[in-house]
Nanobody, 117 residues
């Protein structure tokens, strides 16, 4: 059974930093693409960053390149999102996502990030 639990959200001033964590169980980082999604208030959920098996290749949406870093701890089966230079438009709920080949999508319940101007 897959379970994803996000943590690390909170209130931060523009220009500040936060580090989100996603504790994952029931997944293998050798088989699942692990991602972070962002859902701004009143808008659709959008992909922010992914880390892919087996070599941990990372991809980012243009708006966060150079500011956010996704990483994984294979031993702890935890995914991180280091967010630097936060902007008010980064405000929203951040979701951890896992998907393996031929499997359904798995989602965490999200963690709220609020960036004040």
């Amino acid at each position: 059974q897959v379970h994803l639990m996000e943590s690390g959200g909170g209130l931060v001033q523009a220009g500040g930093s936060l580090k989100l964590s996603c504790a994952a169980s029931g997944v293998s980082f050798q088989w699942h693409v692990m991602s972070w999604y962002h859902q701004p208030p009143g808008k659709e959920r959008e992909l922010v960053a992914s880390v892919s098996p087996p070599d941990g290749r990372t991809t980012y949406t243009d708006s966060v390149k150079g500011r956010f870093t996704i990483s994984r701890d294979d031993h702890e089966t935890t995914i991180y999102l280091q967010m630097n230079g936060l902007k008010p438009q980064d405000t929203g709920v951040y979701y951890c996502h896992a998907k393996g080949i031929g499997t359904v999508d798995f989602w965490g319940t999200g963690t709220l990030v609020t960036v004040s101007s």
